[in-house]
C-alpha cells in the first residue's frame, strides 16, 4: 500500500504571513494539529505545527499582562516559527516507508508532493489506524502471540491448518525474534474458541506467549 491511498487529500494549507492566532484558529476550527504553508505561488515551504506555536506562547509565569502575550502573538508570523523546506515524499511511497522516515527523523507529518505541487499530508495518526487495520483491531477473535522457529513453510502450514479446520484468519504479522533462528508472530483467527485455535496451533509453534478473545 502506499501514502496516496492514506494520506489527507487536499490539506487545510496556510502562507508564511499569517499570524500565528489565524493559524491556531485555523487548526481548532478544522481539527488539525499542523498546517502546510504555501508561499503566494502555491509552493510549499514549510510546515507549522500546534507544538511550535505552544512554545513561542508565553508563560503564565511570565511578567506580561494578558494582553501584552496576545499583542506578542498576533506580531509573530507563521514563517517565523514554521519549519522551513520540511521532508516530503510523493504518492507513490510505501506506507512503511513514510512511517520509517518519521520515525528515523522523528517527525509528525510528512506533506506528500506532486511535481512540486502539495497534493496531500500524511501523519503518525494515519500510520496509526493502519496499525489498527493490520491487527484487525475493530473485529472479535481469537489474537494469538507466539515464537515460531525460522524454517519454509511454516506460516503455510498454520494457514492450512486453521483452514482445514474452518478458521480464517483475519491479521497476521511477524516481528523480530529473540535471535535469528526465531520470529515473534501475533495473528487474529476468526474464532472464540480460544482452546481449539490452542490446540491447531501447538504442533507448529515454539512457544505460546500470549491468548485471548479481543
Known amino acids: 500500500m502506499t501514502v496516496e ?11 508564511p504571513e499569517a ?8 487548526m481548532k476550527k ?33 511578567s506580561l499582562s494578558i ?12 514563517g517565523s516559527l514554521m519549519t522551513k523546506d520540511p521532508v516530503t515524499i510523493t504518492k507513490d511511497v510505501p506506507v512503511e516507508e513514510a512511517a520509517r522516515i518519521m ?13 512540486g505541487t502539495l ?17 484487525g483491531a475493530r473485529s472479535m477473535g481469537v489474537r494469538v502471540t507466539f515464537y515460531l522457529d525460522e524454517k519454509k513453510g511454516q506460516i503455510s502450514n498454520i494457514s492450512k491448518a486453521l483452514s482445514e479446520n474452518d478458521l480464517d484468519i483475519i491479521a497476521f504479522g511477524t516481528f523480530m525474534g529473540t535471535n535469528p533462528s526465531n520470529r515473534l508472530c501475533t495473528m ?27
Open 19 to 26: 499570524s500565528v492566532v489565524e493559524a491556531s484558529t485555523l
Open 119 to 135: 497534493v496531500g499530508i500524511v501523519s503518525k495518526s494515519d500510520l496509526f489506524k493502519i496499525l489498527i487495520e493490520l491487527f
Open 188 to 214: 487474529k483467527v476468526d474464532s472464540t474458541d480460544m482452546e481449539k485455535v490452542l490446540s491447531i496451533l501447538k504442533p507448529f509453534v515454539k512457544s505460546i506467549e500470549d491468548i485471548r478473545v479481543s
Open 30 to 62: 478544522e481539527k488539525v494539529h499542523r498546517l502546510p504553508v504555501l508561499d503566494s505561488d502555491k509552493k510549499l515551504v514549510g510546515v507549522i505545527s500546534e507544538k511550535d506555536i505552544l512554545f513561542a506562547t508565553p508563560s503564565p509565569a511570565s
Open 5 to 15: 491511498y492514506r494520506m489527507t487529500l487536499n490539506p487545510v494549507t496556510i502562507n
Open 103 to 115: 520515525v528515523d527523523q522523528d517527525l509528525s507529518c510528512l506533506p506528500v508532493v506532486d511535481d
Open 67 to 78: 494582553h501584552e502575550m496576545a499583542y506578542l502573538l498576533a506580531k509573530l508570523t507563521v
